[in-house]
């Protein structure tokens, strides 16, 4: 069964700010990191625009009028997308540029929490939050693939743990609510065929 729409959005809030932090580290990595926040920017943009504020202004008359002022107010993060691009590592303002880029990421965060997400939950039920939550998942996921972005394997360190919870879930792996983050890891790359057997 899918998670709420709720936490599916906050998960991707969440790892936005840890790749733009690791996209703006100095290191061999960067130029990886930043596809990868770009990628999953615009796919987090179009799942949230096609699926959750469409469904949002259609059939919730409550919510109608506050999900098109975030849609209004989301363009911004269309252009942070489309900077992130082309931005060079070297950028002489990159920290500037990184903490800019973060608070509007932390105001879309609380802003779609706040305005849509908690309002949401006294007004539908928790079976059809489930159910937003996996059309939006279905979305991203579509865009990912469409744009050649991968979705992250479990080695990688910036997963959270509800994040590796959410791979093990999918996959079908036992016992997943007892273990913790790292034997989670172990588990997703065994079940792959990329950890020790």
């Not at 899918?2 to 936490?7: E, I, T």
């Not at 936005?16 to 990191?33: A, F, I, K, N, S």
């Not at 744009?147 to 994040?163: C, H, N």
Request: proline fraction near 5%.
């Amino acid at each position: 069964m899918p998670s709420s729409v709720r936490r599916l959005t906050a998960l991707d809030h969440e790892r936005l700010v840890r790749l733009l932090r690791r996209m703006c580290t100095p290191g061999p990595g960067q130029d990886r990191w930043r596809a990868e926040f770009v990628g999953l920017l615009r796919a987090h943009r179009h799942a949230e625009r096609d699926v959750v504020i469409g469904e949002l202004v259609a059939d919730v008359e409550q919510l109608a009028g506050a999900a098109r002022e975030q849609a209004a107010a989301d363009v911004a993060l269309d252009e942070l997308a489309a900077d992130a691009a082309v931005l060079a590592p070297d950028h002489p303002d990159l920290d500037r540029w990184a903490e800019q880029a973060r608070l509007l990421l932390d105001r879309h965060s609380q802003s779609w929490a706040e305005s849509l997400m908690v309002p949401l939950e006294g007004l539908i039920a928790r079976r059809e939050l489930r159910r937003l939550g996996g059309a939006y998942e279905t979305r991203r996921e579509e865009e990912l693939s469409g744009a050649g972005v991968a979705p992250a394997p479990p080695r990688r360190l910036d997963l959270s743990r509800a994040e590796l919870y959410e791979l093990a879930r999918r996959a079908g792996i036992e016992g997943r609510s007892s273990m913790t983050r790292g034997q989670l890891i172990d588990e997703l790359q065994r079940h792959q065929g990329e950890g020790p057997h």
